[in-house]
């Protein structure tokens, strides 16, 4: 039986705009790193708090040789989410005022109860397109 997400890899084309973005922009740590200097260079990030979590998923960023690679770019249907809708709300001014792109500004669905189940879309300097969610 599974039991656990390890890691989930996001391809891109610049290892340093991307770890600047994924650190600086989205408050990330930077938790490993490889580097082989051929053609394998792989930074591991998560957010703040999920580092202190044993069990916690890792972002592996993976710079690709090839800056045609269709899987730069190409990830989509990643979620981050916050605790409450308060959060939500201050995370998201805060993402704002960083520079993080907003490709769907912050919602709250007609569904659901209270002031929960809001959310916007981003992307990083590839393409790649999350979503921030309650």
């Not at 990330?28 to 069990?55: C, N």
Request: aromatic share 8%; net charge negative; no cysteine.
């Amino acid at each position: 039986m599974i039991s656990n997400l390890q890691m989930i890899t996001i391809y891109v084309s610049d290892m340093p705009r991307a770890v600047e973005f994924y650190t600086q922009k989205l408050g990330f740590v930077q938790v490993a790193e490889y580097d082989d200097g051929r053609d394998t260079h792989i930074v591991w990030v998560m957010p703040q708090p999920a580092s202190k979590e044993a069990l916690a998923t890792q972002i592996g960023l993976q710079v690709l040789a090839d800056k045609s690679d269709p899987r730069i770019g190409a990830t989509s249907g990643m979620v981050f989410t916050t605790e409450t809708a308060e959060e939500i709300e201050t995370t998201y001014h805060e993402l704002k005022a960083r520079g993080v792109e907003f490709t769907m500004e912050l919602v709250r669905h007609e569904y659901g109860e209270g002031p929960g189940d809001q959310e916007a879309r981003f992307v990083d300097p590839d393409g790649n397109e999350f979503l921030l969610h309650t």
